[in-house]
Nanobody, 127 residues
């Protein structure tokens, strides 16, 4: 079992920045995919970014590419999401997720790839 805890959400004005972190604990492996998803009210959950913990691959959705970046602290099993140039449309509940294996280009964006999910952290961007 893997337990995920997100932190770092909050409110910011458009153009500002926030940094989210996801700490994994429990039965983690040396190499597994961690992803960030978000869900706005009335909208479907969408993938934001992902990275292989213990690896080098990173993936981003088109909507955040160039504005968001992920970084990892392997020793702490933590994946952070740096969000810059935030827009009101980035407002959502952000969730961290972990898979049982590494990220692959054909699967990183699919929510069924991920087995474990965090409780979420709210990000609100005002115009």
């Amino acid at each position: 079992q893997v337990h995920l805890v997100e932190s770092g959400g909050g409110s910011v004005q458009a153009g500002g920045s926030l940094r989210l972190s996801c700490a994994a604990s429990g039965d983690t492996s040396d190499n597994y995919c961690m992803g960030w998803f978000r869900q706005a009210p009335g909208m479907e959950r969408e993938v934001v970014a992902a990275a292989t913990i213990g690896g080098y691959k990173t993936f981003y959705s088109d909507s955040v590419n160039g504005r968001f970046s992920v970084s990892q602290d392997n020793a702490k099993n933590t994946l952070s999401l740096q969000m810059d140039s935030l827009k009101p449309e980035d407002t959502a509940m952000y969730y961290c997720a972990a898979a049982l294996y590494g990220c692959f280009s054909y699967s990183w964006s699919r929510d069924f790839t991920y087995t474990y999910w965090g409780q979420g952290t709210q990000v609100t961007v005002s115009s």
